[in-house]
């Protein structure tokens, strides 16, 4: 069982207010600034919010869960490149989350990297946990 | 309605079991940030993890959204910690599983008493997105505790 932890410090009312991500329990990152106007608009002004830190979660789990199904068929990677982007509507939620990836695969065809990919995005444990988001996207592709 | 967009980048290189990935934010809040397995599921030795994110994330969402919420109520408050945890593990025959999410908020609220903060924290959570989503595949739970 893993058990990860974080600490968010917020003052003054939302739409003026500030908040800090304090700490993390493993050290890796904090103090980091959010607010409402940074979250909520599309210049962000170099701050992280709710949205981005789970891009940075879904981008990172499905990489791990693709190396692993990659490597377990005999074929791991020699390098992934994923990202995830979320779509908040404020108001509504989260609506989308794109995700993409590049791999070098030596030994691999294209139809079964994109199909070990897909695997990937169904199970990896923060696809799971996001299986209310709307729309979960996957564009994969193999590096030449 | 606006539609926002965040993202982030990974790159990962090698196995699983002995592979490194680092994670980037597009807004350059945070860059380079390395994870592995062995970090993940044990000792995290100053690496973040997929599970560490999203309790940063479900801290900073619910905390906009009971600061919102107080607010919108006339009592705005002078400060709110929250601390998440999120919980993941193996559950049979699904492997590693997200099932819990805990979050405490305390909170300074000059004008309310404990038992209204509780229930305007209970309206926070309803809206707040992160636990509307993980709600449906794990469980939530939230404590309010005033400070005096």
Request: proline share 6%.
């Amino acid at each position: 069982m893993a058990d990860r932890r974080a600490n968010v410090k917020w003052n003054g009312d939302l739409m003026s207010g500030s908040g800090t991500i304090d700490d993390v329990g493993s050290g890796a990152f904090g103090p980091l600034d959010v607010s409402w106007p940074a979250r909520s608009e599309d210049v962000s002004g170099g701050k992280t919010s709710p949205e981005e830190l789970i891009a940075a979660a879904h981008a990172s789990c499905f990489a791990m869960a693709f190396a692993n199904g990659l490597a377990k068929a005999g074929t791991p990677p020699e390098q992934l490149r994923t990202s995830a982007n979320v779509t908040f509507v404020p108001g509504t939620g989260i609506t989308k989350i794109a995700l993409t990836v590049e791999g070098r695969v030596p030994g691999l065809a294209e139809d079964a990297f994109v199909a070990a990919a897909e695997d990937a995005k169904q199970n990896c444990p923060v696809s799971q946990a996001l299986a209310g988001v709307g729309e979960i996207t996957l564009d994969a592709r193999l590096a030449s | 309605m606006p539609r926002i967009e965040r993202s982030a980048q990974v790159s990962w290189e090698g196995n699983l079991a002995r592979g490194t990935g680092h994670v980037s934010a597009d807004t350059g809040a945070f860059a380079e940030l390395p994870f592995s397995l062995p970090s993940r599921i044990g000792n995290p030795e100053g690496k973040t993890s997929p599970e560490e994110l999203l309790a940063a994330s479900h801290a900073c969402c619910l905390g906009m959204s009971v600061a919102g919420e107080l607010s919108g109520a006339g009592s705005p408050p002078e400060v709110l910690s929250l601390t998440a945890r999120v919980i993941m593990d193996e559950v049979e025959g699904k492997g590693h599983q997200v099932v819990a999410s805990e979050v405490d908020v305390h909170g300074r609220v000059p004008g309310i008493d404990a038992a209204e903060f509780e229930r305007i924290v209970a309206v926070a959570d309803a809206g707040c997105p992160f636990s509307s989503l993980i709600r449906a595949s794990a469980s939530v739970t939230v404590r309010a505790h005033l400070d005096s």
